[in-house]
């Protein structure tokens, strides 16, 4: 496989096609009449994730490094080129996006009825979006990729969305461009500092700052810098107290719009964590005040966000909870700063992508037949559609995390990683699994088990050939990185170490870091 | 012909050559109309012969501008720099889009009065000459010769009791800004005995600002403040903007604007460069206040049109915030930030002109909902121009913010840098609500979006503009470059200096 794309020369191209390829298809479906633009996005969608799937053979993980690096000067005057490249950590959150993708445009199908060549012009320009976030490694580029994605889920919030979608997707804009302007201030300010440390060179690469970012001027004013970053991405991911979008968003929102904030835009939180607060400010990040605080809102989140899903009458409202309760484990990871953890964060973060993505697809397919969420107007489902029920059990497991499925990867090793470090949060942190399985298996009791006592619930017919072949894929993974984890863990794992290397302060970053061409050598 | 002397009339004349040519088309056009008044077709061959003589213009100062002209020696009565000329390309770029959105306009709401095609000719020579400016007395001529003419127009729509107001309304408020101006020129002229920027940067370098001057340069600001709408002294600008004829809005809006924050710029960059510390502060504060005040009363609006015009003063405040930075950079994105306020609000003008259909219909967001269903183009266009005055990633309306905040930034001094972040988010809680009614809402009534058609001159502004705006938005680089170039001009003055200090 290696040889093939070394042939083809495809370390040299796939990035940019991956940007700008769903940006030509979202051009074509968007002129393209109503009945041929699913076809399209679905064709498009899915060549793009073929295309992606070329990364895993022929990206270098193994020095955690960032590979592939290509630089165009884009406004040499600002100092700003258009910087790409991608490591271990964004190679699994772009093949989650493009994997996400195709199955998002199937899944919409019967959903969608009206508008539909904007809906999925409006899909195929968030996909570029969220590439560009992963794989940006210039602040400008980064913070315009971050930015624009706004603009498709907004609409498909407000346009496509539920009843109360006008408020939900102002709600969703303005919160998350609160964030991402105070980093803006934030960005530039590090830039100028970097300028005079640098000889007065402008330049927002993304290394460039790194190389400067621990140095004396910028650590007068490091914490407000650290607090603007980590606003934008804990707004994202979202932490508590800043998750109240989130209900409303997701609930609002069209299933693919659903499946893909959870699945993706959440993560971007976390990877920006990852990426540009820890590592810009180590020194502030893992300061006794900054992580108890940060140790704490994550283990409240946790916790919190288990009790309050099992209270939910809506089940999309109840998913949404359990996502602010999952995405609180990898906040723990991350600042556990331990291997374990760093990489239990990724997994959660992928995992959490599966079986959420799956839970939002089947909640989706059975509104479209009952038009209700409310799970007290199910019951006996089981009966009825005895496939969708084995799926929903099956997901539903895997969110609670049962060994053997993906999500108990992920939250036992951040569980393991986080325990030496902090742990009285971290036992704390533990009942949230125990919460988890309470809000799902008796959401699962209410709707798929009790007593088949609702005549509308009689007639419903079972899941049809396109959504078992939505679900399928999501299952295989579910499965997949449930028994053998350690292909996906292997790519992660020198990305994560290399992280921690740099909470430490221990990379000098600059002399290893830009490799312009590493693949497979 | 790269240099002029400026002390010879025929030097001054060729440095002046696109102001003369606007000026005699004026004059042309004026003549033309003591002959043909009366019909349509008269309004529409003024407003033809207006266009030539802007196109004209354009066409001289591009000569000049790639002729590298430049002063021999001393620079007298006007300058002869890049920054000029990108002012005036500003200047008659907006001139140009306002002819083509009043062609049709005019006839639709029966103006027909070819005068308001001289008057516009007359408004923009003076906008040309107030930005140009590099004697203080000139700045007033020009001031004033744009100021009349606009009065006139804004008051334009004889039937209509609003517009009359709101030109009465402009008027009694601009002659006290004009009398404001006047006396600081004056108290200048006393405290340093010219009234030469040049002559006077060098003055107030020597002596230091003493009261006299500081009192001057107090009232030309507060003077200037009133023609950019800048708080405190923006209280006449929705009325003024609400009932004045939408493309005479749009004029306002960009043209007047744009000439005299290019005018600041100048006077405190080379007339008062080197008491930057004591302009700072007071430029500053009015920054704060204009881009909160104006964000946040724009938020409580329903009519577009008054909407805008609140957030006109919060752009008068980010073209302060850049202006407050006093540095080459901040002279630069002032440029740039009102290269892409003009073309935003031109097209956006454009689209509303034709909302407000017949009579000027109070255009609001209940009367645009769901206007996406029948017109996606205009919509589209209208999505676009909300983004960019939202400064959003993707549009030239971004790049111009991000100017502004690296400039202030480069002062290594984030309060204003924050305050317009903060205030920009406010801003999109009164932007998305257009798009929200475009796009999310349904329409009142089924026949409400009737006749929602862009002619074709207004089309051609409104799609050129918006296009615009996108290609300047991901490429931006020539746009940077001119204003850059421009700014450079301002290379070695006091302020200039003062700037390389403070590093």
């Known amino acids: 496989m290696s040889n093939f794309l070394a042939s083809i020369n495809y370390n040299s191209w796939i990035l940019h096609v991956l940007l700008v390829f769903p940006l030509l298809g979202a051009v074509a479906v968007f002129l393209s009449p109503a009945a041929l633009a699913k076809r399209l996005a679905f064709a498009v969608t899915l060549l793009e994730f073929l295309l992606s799937l070329g990364l895993w053979w022929s990206v270098n993980t193994s020095n955690g490094t960032m590979e592939l690096m290509q630089t165009i000067p884009w406004i040499p005057q600002w100092g700003i080129s258009y910087a790409v490249g991608i490591d271990g950590i964004s190679l699994t959150m772009v093949l989650l996006t493009t994997m996400l993708m195709p199955l998002c445009v199937l899944g919409s199908f019967a959903a969608i009825t009206e508008r539909e060549p904007g809906y999925y012009a409006l899909l195929l320009v968030l996909t570029t979006g969220m590439i560009g976030v992963f794989i940006a490694m210039d602040m400008f580029l980064f913070y315009v990729f971050w930015e624009v994605m706004l603009v498709p889920m907004y609409f498909l919030i407000g346009v496509w969305g539920g009843k109360n979608r006008l408020y939900a997707a102002l709600k969703f804009f303005i919160y998350t461009m609160a964030g991402s302007l105070l980093m803006l201030v934030a960005i530039l300010v590090m830039v100028r500092v970097a300028a005079v440390m640098g000889d007065g060179k402008v330049s927002f690469s993304y290394f460039h700052l790194l190389q400067y970012a621990q140095s004396p001027i910028m650590g007068r004013i490091a914490p407000w810098l650290f607090l603007a970053f980590f606003l934008a991405f804990a707004i994202k991911v979202p932490l508590f107290p800043f998750h109240t979008w989130l209900p409303d968003a997701h609930v609002e929102a069209?299933?693919?719009?659903?499946?893909?904030?959870?699945?993706?835009?959440?993560?971007?939180?976390?990877?920006?964590f990852i990426r540009f607060a820890i590592p810009f400010f180590p020194g502030v990040a893992f300061s006794t005040f900054v992580t108890n605080t940060v140790v704490t809102l994550a283990v409240i989140g946790v916790v919190y966000g288990a009790l309050v899903a099992m209270v939910q009458p809506d089940i999309k409202k109840l998913v949404a909870y359990s996502s602010v309760s999952h995405l609180g484990f990898a906040v723990l990871g991350i600042w556990a700063a331990s291997v374990q953890g760093v990489q239990g964060a990724l997994m959660v973060m992928i995992g959490h992508g599966f079986s959420t993505g799956a839970l939002f697809f089947l909640i989706g397919m059975i509104y479209e037949r009952r038009h209700t969420r409310e799970i007290n107007a199910y019951g006996g489902l089981a009966r009825v559609v005895p496939i969708f029920?084995?799926?929903?059990?099956?997901?539903?497991?895997?969110?609670?995390?049962?060994?053997?499925?993906?999500?108990?990867?992920?939250?036992?090793?951040?569980?393991?990683?986080?325990?030496?470090?902090?742990?009285?949060?971290?036992?704390?942190?533990?009942?949230?699994?125990?919460?988890?399985?309470?809000?799902?298996?008796?959401?699962?009791?209410?709707?798929?088990?009790?007593?088949?006592?609702?005549?509308?619930?009689?007639?419903?017919?079972?899941?049809?050939?396109?959504?078992?072949?939505?679900?399928?894929?999501?299952?295989?993974?579910?499965?997949?990185?449930?028994?053998?984890?350690?292909?996906?863990?292997?790519?992660?794992?020198?990305?994560?170490?290399?992280?921690?290397?740099?909470?430490?302060?221990?990379?000098?970053?600059?002399?290893?870091?830009?490799?312009?061409?590493?693949?497979?050598? | 012909m790269t240099g002029l002397d400026l002390l010879t009339p025929s030097g001054l004349m060729v440095a002046m050559l696109p102001e003369l040519?606007?000026?005699?088309?004026?004059?042309?056009?004026?003549?033309?109309?003591?002959?043909?008044?009366?019909?349509?077709?008269?309004?529409?061959?003024?407003?033809?012969?207006?266009?030539?003589?802007?196109?004209?213009?354009?066409?001289?100062?591009?000569?000049?501008?790639?002729?590298?002209?430049?002063?021999?020696?001393?620079?007298?009565?006007?300058?002869?720099?890049?920054?000029?000329?990108?002012?005036?390309?500003?200047?008659?770029?907006?001139?140009?889009?306002?002819?083509?959105?009043?062609?049709?306009?005019?006839?639709?709401?029966?103006?027909?009065?070819?005068?308001?095609?001289?008057?516009?000719?007359?408004?923009?020579?003076?906008?040309?000459?107030?930005?140009?400016?590099?004697?203080?007395?000139?700045?007033?001529?020009?001031?004033?010769?744009?100021?009349?003419?606009?009065?006139?127009?804004?008051?334009?729509?004889?039937?209509?009791?609003?517009?009359?107001?709101?030109?009465?309304?402009?008027?009694?408020?601009?002659?006290?800004?004009?009398?404001?101006?006047?006396?600081?020129?004056?108290?200048?002229?006393?405290?340093?005995?010219?009234t030469a920027l040049t002559v006077v940067g060098q003055r107030i370098a020597a002596q230091g600002i003493g009261t006299m001057s500081g009192l001057g340069l107090a009232l030309m600001l507060i003077?200037?403040?009133?023609?950019?709408?800048?708080?405190?002294?923006?209280?006449?600008?929705?009325?003024?903007?609400?009932?004045?004829?939408?493309?005479?809005?749009?004029?306002?809006?960009?043209?007047?604007?744009?000439?005299?924050?290019?005018?600041?710029?100048?006077?405190?960059?080379?007339?008062?460069?080197?008491?930057?510390?004591?302009?700072?502060?007071?430029?500053?504060?009015?920054?704060?206040?204009?881009?909160i005040l104006g964000n946040l009363v724009a938020l409580a609006q329903r009519s577009i049109k008054r909407m805008l015009a609140y957030s006109s003063v919060a752009h008068a405040g980010y073209l302060l915030a850049a202006v407050w930075s006093g540095s080459q950079a901040g002279a630069s994105a002032t440029m740039l930030y009102l290269a892409a306020y003009v073309l935003t609000t031109l097209a956006t003008f454009g689209i509303l002109a034709v909302l407000g259909r017949g009579g000027e219909r109070d255009v609001t967001l209940d009367s645009i909902a769901g206007l996406a269903q029948r017109r996606p183009a205009i919509a589209a266009a209208l999505t676009i121009c909300m983004f960019s005055l939202l400064g959003f990633p993707g549009t030239f309306g971004f790049i111009g913010k991000w100017a502004i905040l690296s400039s202030?930034?480069?002062?290594?001094?984030?309060?204003?840098?924050?305050?317009?972040?903060?205030?920009?988010?406010?801003?999109?809680?009164?932007?998305?609500?257009?798009?929200?009614?475009?796009?999310?809402?349904?329409?009142?009534?089924a026949e409400i979006h009737d006749g929602v058609i862009l002619p074709g001159a207004a089309r051609l502004t409104v799609a050129l503009g918006v296009i615009l705006l996108l290609v300047l938005g991901i490429l931006p680089r020539l746009a940077i470059d001119r204003a850059d170039s421009g700014a450079r001009s301002f290379a070695g003055t006091a302020l200039d200096?003062?700037?390389?200090a403070r590093r």
Not at chain 1, 402 to 426: H, Q
Not at chain 2, 159 to 166: C, D, N, P, R, T
Not at chain 2, 497 to 500: D, P, S, T
């Open chain 1, 254 to 272: 069209p299933t693919a719009g659903s499946v893909i904030l959870a699945s993706v835009l959440l993560k971007m939180g976390t990877y920006g």
């Open chain 1, 389 to 521: 029920s084995l799926i929903l059990t099956v997901v539903a497991l895997a969110s609670i995390g049962l060994p053997g499925l993906n999500g108990f990867v992920g939250e036992f090793l951040v569980l393991i990683g986080s325990f030496r470090i902090y742990p009285y949060a971290t036992g704390i942190a533990t009942t949230g699994v125990i919460f988890a399985a309470a809000y799902m298996l008796w959401a699962l009791q209410r709707i798929i088990f009790n007593k088949l006592d609702k005549p509308a619930n009689e007639v419903i017919p079972d899941l049809n050939r396109r959504e078992l072949a939505v679900l399928i894929p999501l299952l295989i993974g579910i499965v997949w990185m449930g028994l053998y984890p350690k292909p996906v863990l292997d790519k992660i794992e020198p990305a994560a170490r290399r992280y921690i290397l740099m909470t430490k302060g221990l990379v000098v970053p600059g002399d290893d870091v830009i490799r312009t061409k590493g693949a497979s050598q």
């Open chain 2, 21 to 194: 040519v606007v000026t005699l088309a004026a004059v042309i056009v004026l003549l033309i109309n003591a002959w043909r008044h009366q019909t349509a077709a008269d309004s529409r061959f003024a407003g033809m012969v207006s266009l030539a003589g802007l196109v004209a213009a354009l066409a001289v100062l591009g000569a000049l501008w790639r002729g590298g002209a430049a002063p021999l020696g001393a620079p007298n009565m006007i300058a002869l720099d890049g920054y000029r000329f990108g002012a005036q390309l500003l200047i008659l770029g907006a001139s140009i889009g306002t002819v083509l959105l009043s062609l049709d306009y005019l006839e639709r709401e029966s103006l027909i009065a070819p005068e308001y095609y001289s008057l516009l000719l007359m408004a923009t020579s003076g906008m040309m000459f107030l930005a140009g400016a590099e004697d203080l007395i000139v700045l007033f001529l020009g001031l004033e010769v744009m100021s009349v003419p606009v009065y006139v127009l804004a008051a334009f729509n004889r039937k209509s009791a609003v517009s009359a107001e709101a030109g009465l309304k402009y008027f009694l408020v601009g002659a006290l800004a004009s009398a404001f101006l006047l006396y600081g020129i004056a108290l200048t002229y006393g405290a340093t005995g010219s």
């Open chain 2, 223 to 291: 003077g200037l403040g009133f023609k950019v709408a800048s708080v405190p002294f923006h209280m006449w600008a929705p009325d003024v903007y609400d009932g004045a004829p939408t493309p005479v809005t749009a004029y306002m809006a960009t043209g007047v604007k744009a000439a005299g924050f290019l005018a600041l710029v100048r006077v405190l960059m080379v007339g008062f460069g080197s008491a930057v510390d004591t302009w700072q502060p007071i430029i500053g504060v009015l920054a704060a206040a204009s881009m």
């Open chain 2, 408 to 445: 202030i930034t480069a002062e290594h001094h984030q309060f204003l840098a924050v305050v317009l972040v903060l205030t920009s988010l406010v801003s999109a809680g009164y932007y998305l609500p257009v798009i929200r009614s475009l796009y999310m809402r349904p329409p009142l009534n």
């Open chain 2, 497 to 500: 200096r003062a700037a390389q």
